[in-house]
């Protein structure tokens, strides 16, 4: 079974663009969360989408936004991107839809922000 | 809220025993994680543990007491590859929230 996948895995932006990062959950499995990882703060929630609904969202401006398709595959955009956002953003697929299940974690989109 | 603690950084040598310990305090107990994460990797699922006592894995034991607000990772036999990230977590609904990790440096 593949395991989550990321795309880009690197990305080099500046400050004032915006930026779209894509995750492709493992086969089957309908519950998607976006994490940033910074040396500072650690690991810190965004959000998490089950079956195309956000159903839990983080501490974050709004100008960090996600949706999930029907095929489960999600996406997150930053918009007027800051230099603290330069980041490590890791995705996580589960796949049921309790808090129990575990999390399966994909390489991260290593972002730049110069 | 959630607030979850635990050391920055240990040492250790091959073929010890470590612990590492994670205090939490939760808006409602959901079960602990446990999490690896080497430099560079993704983090991977160690343990998960919903009742008191200790459960263990191979050379990986997690310990947690739900009246302490503790928990901590055993880990025996310490070999090279066991450098990394350790990292607590407690659900909040559908969410992960990590402490931030303890980086455990293990040398010859």
């Known amino acids: 079974k593949a395991g989550v996948t990321q795309t880009p895995r690197y990305l080099i932006k500046t400050r004032g663009q915006q930026v779209t990062l894509s995750c492709s959950p493992i086969?089957?499995?309908?519950?998607v969360s976006w994490y940033q990882q910074t040396p500072g703060q650690g690991l810190q929630f965004l959000f998490e989408?089950?079956?195309?609904?956000?159903?839990n969202k983080g501490n974050f401006p709004g100008r960090f936004s996600g949706r999930q398709f029907s095929n489960s595959r999600s996406e997150m955009n930053v918009s007027t991107l800051e230099l603290g956002d330069s980041a490590l953003y890791l995705c996580?697929?589960?796949?049921?839809?309790?808090?129990?299940?575990?999390?399966?974690f994909g390489p991260g989109t290593r972002l730049t922000v110069t | 809220g959630q607030n979850i603690d635990q050391p920055t950084e240990m040492t250790a040598t091959e073929g010890a025993i470590v612990q590492i310990n994670c205090t939490y305090q939760?808006?409602?107990?959901?079960?602990l994680f446990w999490y690896q994460q080497h430099a560079g990797e993704a983090p991977t699922f160690l343990s998960y543990?919903?009742?008191?006592g200790l459960e263990e894995k191979g050379r990986f034991s997690s310990f947690l007491s739900r009246s302490k607000g503790y928990s901590y990772l055993l880990l025996k036999e310490l070999q090279m590859k066991d450098s990394a990230s350790y990292l607590c977590?407690?659900?909040?609904?559908?969410?992960?929230?990590f402490g931030k990790g303890t980086t455990l440096s293990v040398s010859s």
């Open positions: 977590a407690a659900p909040a609904g559908t969410a992960l929230i």
């Open positions: 996580a697929s589960s796949s049921g839809g309790g808090i129990s299940y575990e999390q399966y």
């Open positions: 543990n919903v009742l008191d």
């Open positions: 989408y089950f079956s195309e609904t956000q159903r």
């Open positions: 939760t808006s409602g107990f959901n079960g």
């Open positions: 086969s089957g499995h309908r519950s």
